[in-house]
C-alpha cells in the first residue's frame, strides 16, 4: 500500500494511517501504517477476514484526513452470485485510541452464521525506525509480552524503565483468540445472522504509551475553538479560516507547564510531527491569537517549562533557550535520537518573546508575563550572549552535525544557499531570525517598562533592537537587487539568493518604511509571486527549483506572514493579493484545507495547484495562516 493509498485519522496526538478497507497492515512503505501516539506505533496489525477471506472494498475509506473514516465491504461475489452479507465499517480516532465499528447486514431471505476474524499485533516501533532511513537501532533489554483477556488481548512492550501497553477490547468479546505463529493474534467470532438482519461488532484498541499524562488531567477549556467572527470577510477565506480552526482543535496535544500542569499546545502537524515543535507552536499560537487565545498561553507554559538551563552540545541546548523539538518515544529516551529535547532552533527563543509580548497587549492580561519574567529574562540573555547577538552582532548557527543543517524556518540542508546553489557555508546568520530578534527586544522592552518595573533594562533592550536595526539594513542590503540577503555566511558574506524571508522581516517591523514598501513590491512580482503565493526563493536564479522543501515552493503560513507584514507598513492591496491567493488555493484543496506547502509552479487557467509530495496535512501553521489572512485583511 502506498502513501497516497491511506486514510489518516487524527485527533488530540492519536494519530491512524489505515488502508481502503480500514485495516493496518504493518508491511515496510515510504507512509507506514498502524496507530501511533507519542511517537510509537501501538497498532501494527490490525486486518479483517470474512469466512477465511479478505472481503472486497466496495466503498473505500477515501483518502485524505479526519478523525472518522467509513468503508463498505463485501465477501467476493459475482454479477450471478451477489454477496450473501454487507459490511459496513466506521473507524475514528479518539485521544489515545483506535474504534473500530462493524456492522454486517444479511443480503439472503435464509438465517446464516458468518466467521469475522480480526489479526492484531502491536510492534511499539519508534517512528524513528519507520520513516526510511534504513537505520537500525539496538533494543538491549526488550521483551514484549501478550495476555488474553475475556473480551480482548493486550500486548505489552519494556526495555528497562521504558514501558508501554495496547489493550485491545471487543463488544461482543471474541469467541476466540487465536496464536498465528508471529506473535500476533487473531480475534475470532460467530455471528448469527437472521434473514436480512443485522448484528454490530465495536471494537476498541487503547494505548497507553509511556509517560503520558493521565487523560483525567487534561484540560477542557481551551480545547474547543471559538465562534469565528468574520463578518465581511471574503468567504473563502472565511471558510478556510473555519477548516484551520477545526484542525487545529484536532492538533492540539498535551503538553506540561513549569508547575507540571498538563496544557494543550498546537502540534506541528500529520502525520510525522504530532509533538511540541518550538517554532510551529509558537507561529501557529500568534497567528490564532486576535480569534483563539488560549493556545497562545498553552504554548508559553509547555515551552517555559522545556527552556534550556545547562549547556549540552549534543541536543544544541544553552542556558534560556527554547526547545526546537519535543519527542517521547523509545529512541529518544535512551538517546539514540537527540530529539528528546532538541535545541536546534536560532527562532523560537525570540518568538517565545514576541509571543509573550502580543498575548498581554491583545488579551490585556498581564498574568502570564508576570509568572515568565524569569523565563522571559533567561530568553533575552541567550539571545544575547550564546545566541550572538553581542559577539558578532546577530543570531547564528552552525550546522549540526547530529541534528539540522539549517536552524530556522527553511531547515532543510540546502535551503540557505547563494543564487547560483552553492550553500552557505560556516556560522549562518539567516535573515528572518534577525527581524523576530529585532521584535522580541522590542516586545521584552516593552514588558520590563510595564511590567516588569525595570526601566534600565527596558532602555537597554531599546538601544539594543535599533543598533540591531542599523546593523541589518548596512550588513545585508543588496544594493543592486535593493533586496535583502537572505543571511550572511561565516565570512559575513551576503548570500545573495532573493527570498521569501523579506516578507518576515516586514512582519518583524525590522526594515525602515520605503525599504519594506519597494520589498513588499518587489515580493509580488512574477518570479516571486505564483499565483498561488509568494515562492521562497524568486524564479529564475540558478536556486530555484519548484519542487524542492525550500527552494521555489509556496508555503501558506510564510504569505501568511507577509501579509502580516505588508498590513503593517499601509500596503493593504498588496496585502488583499497575498490573502485572495491563499484563499484560492484553500478553494481548490480537500475541503479547504492549506497543505504545508505547494510545488512552485505558476498558476494556469486550466490545471490547479500542484502539490509538493511529502507535505504535512493538516500542518499547524498551516491550518492557522488563513486566521493571519484575515486579520491582515480586516
Known sequence: MTSAEHRHLFHGGTFAAIGPAGDITGARAALPDGLFIRDARHLSRWQLTVDGATPEVLVPAGPGTAPAAESVLTPASSRTDPPAHTLFRELRVTAGALLDRIRVVSNRPDAETVRLALTVDADFADQFELRGDHRLYEKPAAVRGREVLPDGVEFRYRRRDWHARTVITADPPPAAVEET????????????????????????????????????????????????????????????????????????????????????????????????????????????????????????????????????????????????????????????VPYGRYYGSVDATPLFLVLLGEVTARTGDDKPARRLERHARAAVDWMLRDGGLEDRGYLYYRADEGGLANQSWKDSPGAICYANGERARG????????????????????????????????????????????????????????????????????????????????????????????????????????????????????????????????????NAMLALGLAQYGMEEEARVVANAVADLAAASDNYRLPEVIAGYPRTDDAGPVPYPHACSPQSWSAAAPLALLTAVA
Do not use: M
Open 427 to 558: 556560522a549562518v546568520a539567516a535573515a528572518a531570525p534577525q527581524g523576530y530578534a529585532y521584535a522580541a527586544l522590542r516586545h521584552a522592552a516593552r514588558l520590563a517598562r510595564t511590567i516588569w518595573d525595570d526601566e534600565a533594562w527596558a532602555d537597554r533592550l531599546t538601544t539594543t533592537a535599533a543598533a540591531l536595526r542599523a546593523r541589518f539594513v548596512r550588513d545585508f542590503w543588496l544594493p543592486d537587487a535593493d533586496f535583502p540577503a537572505l543571511a550572511l555566511d561565516g565570512d559575513g558574506t551576503p548570500v545573495d539568493a532573493l527570498g521569501s524571508d523579506a516578507g518576515h522581516l516586514l512582519w518583524s517591523g525590522l526594515l525602515e518604511a520605503e525599504q519594506a514598501r519597494r520589498v513588499g513590491r518587489r515580493l509580488l512580482e512574477p518570479d516571486f509571486f505564483s499565483g498561488w503565493g509568494v515562492r521562497t526563493l524568486a524564479a529564475g536564479q540558478a536556486a530555484y527549483h519548484p519542487l524542492s522543501y525550500h527552494r521555489g515552493s509556496v508555503w501558506p503560513h510564510d
Open 181 to 336: 505463529g508471529s506473535g500476533a493474534r487473531r480475534l475470532v467470532w460467530e455471528l448469527d445472522l437472521e434473514p436480512h438482519g443485522s448484528t454490530e461488532l465495536n471494537l476498541r484498541a487503547e494505548a497507553h504509551p509511556h509517560d503520558a499524562p493521565d487523560p483525567a488531567l487534561l484540560p477542557e477549556s481551551g480545547s474547543a475553538p471559538p465562534e469565528l467572527h468574520a463578518a465581511g470577510a471574503p468567504p473563502r477565506l472565511a471558510r478556510a479560516c473555519r477548516q484551520g480552526l477545526a484542525d487545529l482543535s484536532g492538533l492540539l496535544i498535551p503538553a506540561r507547564g513549569p508547575d507540571d500542569e498538563v496544557v494543550r499546545v498546537p502540534a506541528a502537524g500529520v502525520p510525522w510531527f504530532l509533538a511540541l515543535f518550538g517554532r510551529h507552536a509558537l507561529l501557529t499560537s500568534l497567528f490564532a491569537l486576535p480569534h483563539w487565545p488560549a493556545p497562545a498561553t498553552a504554548t508559553l507554559l509547555a515551552l517555559a517549562a522545556t527552556q534550556a538551563t545547562e549547556h549540552d552540545p549534543a541536543r544544541s541546548a544553552q542556558p534560556g533557550k527554547i526547545v526546537h523539538e519535543v519527542r517521547h518515544g523509545e529512541l529518544a529516551h535512551f538517546g539514540q
